[in-house]
Every structure is written in C-alpha cells, then in structure tokens.
C-alpha cells in the first residue's frame, strides 16, 4: 500500500511538471537535484538551452544522468550552451560525463583559474582536454557582455573576479547612491574561484533572474555598493548552496528577491544565517531549498552548520526529504511574466503574479 501510494504521489508530480513544461510561451527553468553541486537548466520558448554547470563527477555520473532526464523531460535533444561558473568539482566535475551522454553545442566560462585556488586541478584539466578536441564552440565571457547564448536576453554582471559597470537598462531610481550601503565594509576579497564565478542575470517577460554560482560577499557588494547595478530581481539562484560566504543582507537586501531557490545538498550548504536572511527580505515571498538544510553536529564541511529545523523553510517549500532525493525545483515563467514554481516531490505548484 505505502509503494501503491508513493507511484500515486510520483504520477501526479510528474502530470504536474509535465503541465508547467507545456505551456507556451514559457521561459522554463529546472534547478535539478545534484545533492550540494550545482546544474540549473533554462530552456526559451523557442527550445533553446543553457545550463548552467554540471554538477559532481561522482556516483558513476549520477549528475549527468540527472541533467539528461531533466533535458529529455524538457524535450530538448541538445544542450546549447554550457556556462561553467567557476572550475570545483561540484559545478565544473560532470562535464566529460555529460558530454559522453548528451549532446552539447558550445561551453562558456570565465577564463584562466585563479592561481592561488588550492583545491584539485583535474576537473579544469578534464575540461580543457574536451575542449582541445574541437568539437565545441567555446567562449571566454567579460563581466558586462551580453551572453552568447542564442536565444537568451542575459548579461555577465560578474567574472574573473571582476563585476560589471552598470546595468543599461536599470531604471534612473538604480542609479544613485544606495543607501542600505551606509556604515558595511567590504568584505575581504576570496583568493578562491568561488569569487571568480561568472554570474548572469537573465530577462525574460518583465523578470530578473539572477544565477551568480558561487559568487563571494565581497563581489557581491561591489554589485550593490554604492550603487546597485541590479535592481531588484524577481528570481534569484542562491548563491554557494546557501553557504555564509555569499548571500550577505547587503547584497540580499539590494536585490530583494521575490523568489529564490537554494540548490543545497542534504550535507551542504544552507546556512542559517542564509535562510534567515532571505526569508526576512522585503520583497521575499517563497524561498525553495532542493533538500533539508542540515542539522546541528552533521558533516557540513567548511561550512557553518545549521541551527535547528525551525530554520528550514516549510516542507511544501523542500524538494528532498529525508529517505528521498532527485527530485527537482521546475520554473515556468509565461509571456505574461506570470511565475509559477513546482515542488517535484510534492507535484505542488505555486503561483507569483506579475508585479
């Protein structure tokens, strides 16, 4: 009976992911579950594709098999485009393995890895050997270029360590001094390729989506402070899994997302500070975590743990549970600039209007 339930509850989520994927005229976007990694996929209505990273190179490529499924279920027989936020395993390690599985139009990424990284090299130099084959188009993107990636209205506001001047179409309102910078430092600047992360902002409908990968609190602040080059931003990707060295309430309160969604892994990620920020943000109306935040004493390596279940968001709002894992976080955004967001587990969905 509990089996008999379980295929019930999955049936009824996958009618409903499948209804969120058919509308038309829909920018659709699936943050898939690779447990603490990273592997965003945004499809236009026209079909085509970016994703953005990879995931782990772990578990006999479970990531790759992920993102593929999450392709397939989108109707795509190709990824356009692969943007590589920065070059850890957990966002640049499921290359080769996607690429042996599915095929992939062009890859984007921020160029040459910081030096004074101290974490492994193998997974840049898997990547680099793909590349020397010829096979794909590849391209080194500038913080403020415009994305090239066919279809897709998007600008680099961060990479290599650098952040984008300004945004053009940002309203005169953004322009001027930002007062919520008053009496914050700057952080001190990550030696790392976390702050090295090639960051987009995406538009689509009226909306702002901002995916920044691992983008450090001090990139962060150059993008608020003492002007915010953003705005305020309907959809946010949270930055490093929810961890404490990005998503600081400058930059949060800046941006002040409507939506956000935190691809933390069950082991990773997720902060309390994080979650506490972003639930008291202004404009915030539902923030989604792919699982349960760890709880206190748990392997939560380099990172701050969390503080207790309380400071999880409600379990509508979680894609994973404990016992489960895989299911995913599905966006549908319409012409209209209607955005409604699935709950893979739940096969609840949830409706933001257009403001």
Not at 154 to 181: T, W
Not at 328 to 338: K, M, S, T
């Amino acid at each position: 009976m509990k089996i008999l339930t379980s295929l019930a509850t999955l049936s009824l989520s996958a009618l409903l992911t499948l209804g969120a994927f058919a509308q038309k005229n829909s920018l659709r976007i699936t943050a898939i579950d690779v447990e603490g990694g990273q592997a965003t996929l945004f499809v236009t209505p026209s079909g085509q594709s970016l994703l953005v990273d990879t995931g782990w190179d772990k578990n006999n490529g479970r990531d790759a098999d992920r993102i593929v499924a999450a392709a397939k279920a989108m109707g795509l027989s190709r990824i356009d485009t692969v943007l590589l936020t920065h070059y850890h395993d957990d966002h640049i390690g499921g290359v080769p393995q996607l690429a042996e599985r599915f095929p992939i139009g062009a890859f984007l990424d921020h160029g040459e890895r910081i030096p004074s990284d101290p974490n492994d090299t193998s997974f840049l130099a898997n990547y680099r050997q793909l590349l020397a084959t010829g096979k794909y188009k590849h391209f080194v993107v500038k913080a403020g270029d415009k994305l090239p990636a066919p279809g897709f209205d998007a600008v680099a506001i961060s990479s290599a360590g650098v952040v984008m001047d300004h945004d053009r179409e940002a309203p005169a309102v953004h322009r001027g001094s930002n007062p919520l910078c008053a009496n914050v430092q700057q952080p001190a600047t990550d030696t790392q390729e976390n702050g090295q992360s090639l960051g987009i902002m995406i538009r689509f409908a009226g909306r702002k989506i901002v995916d920044a990968g691992d983008l450090t609190s001090d990139r962060e602040y150059s993008l608020v402070c003492p002007v915010n080059k953003l705005g305020v931003v309907d959809l946010l990707i949270v930055s490093h899994h929810g961890v404490d060295w990005s998503s600081s309430p400058v930059f949060i309160n800046s941006i002040a997302p409507r939506v956000a969604i935190m691809d933390n892994g069950a082991h990773k990620g997720a902060s309390t500070s994080v979650i506490d920020t972003i639930r008291k943000s202004s404009r915030m109306e539902a923030l989604y975590q792919l699982h349960l935040a760890p709880p206190a004493g748990s392997p939560n390596p380099g990172k701050t743990p969390q503080e207790g279940p309380e400071h999880n968001v409600p379990e509508a709002f979680i894609a994973n549970t404990p016992g489960t894992d895989g299911r995913n976080v599905v966006i549908a955004i319409g012409a209209d600039g209607v955005m409604r967001v699935t709950n893979e587990r739940t096969g609840g969905t949830k409706q933001f209007a257009h403001k």
